[in-house]
């Protein structure tokens, strides 16, 4: 199984349209130690042929221009994207769907809110439907482990968070909650297995042990800290009030994963607010010592 | 007033994703003679400290950090962008606005039509909507004249085109046909216009008499030839059938406009199929003999 991280920031991407706070100010002007990034995406192949995608960035044009994996390789029409496995129906985990418009057809994997929070109250989507079996959707049910293709099985583990803002309270309440936001374990034919959770919005017991049991992590990593947004914006909710564990301080990431030793541990989907993205700053140093990685567009896994 | 071409491309951008069409294949390959080009994006400013943005491109995060006069300059969440013009509710012009969802306000230029098609049936632009006075839409009438800001006038043309596939039949019967598709006169305060058609269903006589009474036309260059589309994909509509007469042929925009001689003629929407993107094509040639350019992304106009 081949793990490719097209992209490692939170939504709005490094450096984001609108900020212009230290992080994004100093990479601009050429003076911060740490690379640009695009927002979170990750592909994944058994067998370096046929691709697969987790979630869907609204970089994703992008993406996949920048890794020659992903060109079209058979005919003058075609893509190596197989399809998309979708964690929740957060626009920076959407938007890409709608750019992979152009006539192809995608097998994609979400559950039942996910699907109808989209395509029910989107008329867009439906440049994903212009032929017949252009689109093909599979209900992903909350551990019930499915395979996209033989040598990739994935178990969704139903994570305690909520709906996107943008769906109306219509819908919201006549949808299950528990399939509003999902990680991943992903697993590979020899039977290894490395975890997706680009948004963490609580830590619960069983998903240490699962975590535990794996060999690579790529966990959220939007915030170093609970008020970020607010010190940032001047107002604004909390990371845990918008779904997203801290890394730091009481109950944050680096403190409850701290017994978990085995797997490599890497932050993603790393907000441009946060420190950690400068790679000469305290909380950078911080996370390393703890052992964790910061995520950067292009990285590469094999397991 | 300025004007910045931010890109170029008609929708997917060239090279597209899932295309190995010549010209992609040789982009790719370094093998072309021409640039890359991102879906077509215009921003105007008539002072160089506001912008307004004409249409929103799903390629819009990356055209803006490409542009540093559009980087926030006053305050630590700030963007010299005011505000959008939307000439369609195509994906391609429309996309790049849940990428400015980053608590931003925004005024917001459309018809009533292309309004109720993206906010009546898509709950994503509820992310334009996060507080009181984020987004605030002001209705465009086709042939009523009106003002940006000191500088920038505009007036909109109503263009004989259709609307998007991806909106229902249902809403279709209750929207007014002469509010799908415009061209954009824009005029600056000492008078000097400009015509921006990125899509051109068909050219009547009154456009083109507007059209010899402007500086520079940004002109629809989508297709070579009618039949491109059905050529490299092997099936499809014309070019006309989907709403681009073809740059070519009888009745194409090179023979139409060949009377229109004051003006600067720039082609721009090119497609990655179209052979003008590769600067030793005869096609390439002929419309350069014809007096017209094909737009690249980064190009700036004053007048």
Partial sequence: LRAKILGSAAGGGFPQWNCACSNCSRLRQGGLRGAARSQAQLALSADNESWWLVNASPDLRAQIEATSALHPRKGVRQSPIEGVVLTSADADHVLGLLLLREFHPLRLFATAAVRRMLLEDNSLFRVLDRFA????????????????????????????????????????????????????????????????????????????????????????????????????????????????????????????????????????????????????????????DAGWEVAQDGWEFEF
């Fill in 133 to 288: 079996g252009q689109s093909a959707w599979t209900e992903v049910v909350p551990s019930r482990t499915f395979s996209l293709e033989e040598g990739i099985s994935v178990m969704p583990l139903s994570l305690p968070g909520a709906f996107p803002d943008y769906v109306p309270a219509l819908r919201r309440t006549a949808l299950t909650r528990e399939e509003a936001v999902l990680a991943l374990v992903l697993q590979s034919s020899c039977g290894k297995r490395m975890l997706y959770a680009p948004g963490l919005p609580r830590v619960e017991p069983e998903f240490l042990a699962l975590a535990q049991d794996c060999e690579l992590l790529l966990v959220d990593g939007t915030f170093w800290s609970d008020d970020e947004l607010r010190r940032v914006r001047g107002s604004g909710p909390t990371a845990r009030e918008i779904g997203h564990v801290p890394i730091s301080g009481p109950g944050g990431t680096v403190e409850v994963f701290a017994g978990v030793r085995r797997p490599r541990k890497i932050y993603i989907h790393v907000n441009n607010t946060n420190p950690v993205l400068d790679k000469e700053s305290a909380e950078y140093r911080q996370v390393r």
